[in-house]
């Protein structure tokens, strides 16, 4: 079956600290790849996104990932984490030339201040 | 900028009765969703529909309905709320239109607590 795995369920960093979370996705084909952001008490939005070209994506607020597609990995990078940066993560996935999104089980991340 | 409302923030609603959960996309998408979410569960699949008066099972349709009789809104029933249906909902909408600035992406409102007792 089509799914979205994020290995890190809750992460605890200190400022300055730098910063990747994991996932993988588990569909042969094309896909197009999301990672969406909520901070408390907000909606959900987009962080940043891949759908073709450079596999090394920038996104807002530092963010970057990198498409490995051998790996099946689209990880969320950040050298260097701000208080600001709590928030739960979720990676997502359109797999085929479907416009479902299959979302992660979310990543909580918790910056020390 | 594009915006995505739900009716309500918060709601409470007693067992076996009927709610009604409203969401208005103001960009002309026409892919609309519902999705729950709960702690450690992520966001699952409601149902979603593609057009008007068109919709499609998601993973967990059971216990939910949907009304897709505009373009700008979609709306998520419970027939008969039960306690294991109190949490998040979310609604989203996207445009297929390849070429259009967001395309694909997925747009999300503010959600709607909902509480059953």
């Known amino acids: 079956a089509q799914s979205v795995s994020q290995h890190n369920h809750h992460v605890i960093l200190s400022e300055a600290a730098s910063l990747e979370l994991g996932c993988n996705y588990s569909y042969g084909g094309t896909v197009n790849l999301f990672w969406y952001v909520q901070y408390p008490g907000q909606h959900l939005q987009l962080l940043l996104k891949?759908?073709?070209?450079?596999?090394l994506v920038k996104g807002i607020k530092g963010f970057e990932a990198e498409f490995i597609k051998s790996k099946f990995s689209f990880n969320l990078r950040k050298p260097s984490v701000q208080w600001s940066d709590t928030a739960e993560y979720f990676c997502a996935v359109i797999m085929g030339r479907d416009d479902k999104i299959i979302f992660g089980k979310g990543t909580r991340l918790h910056i020390l201040p | 900028d594009v915006k995505v409302t739900q009716s309500s923030r918060y709601l409470v609603k007693r067992t076996g009765e009927k709610v009604f959960l409203e969401c208005v996309q103001d960009m002309d998408h026409e892919n609309m969703f519902w999705y729950r979410q709960d702690p450690g569960l992520g966001l699952r699949l409601i149902y979603f529909?593609?057009?008007?008066?068109?919709?499609e099972k998601g993973d967990i349709p059971e216990g939910y309905s949907v009304s897709r009789e505009k373009k700008e809104r979609f709306s998520l029933i419970l027939e008969s709320a039960s306690t294991n249906q109190t949490s998040m909902y979310l609604c989203?909408?996207?445009?297929?239109?390849?070429?259009?600035?967001?395309?694909?992406?997925?747009?999300f409102g503010p959600g709607t607590r909902l509480t059953v007792t």
């Open positions: 529909s593609y057009d008007v008066k068109m919709k």
């Open positions: 891949y759908f073709s070209g450079d596999p």
């Open positions: 989203a909408s996207s445009s297929s239109r390849s070429g259009l600035a967001g395309a694909h992406e997925q747009y």
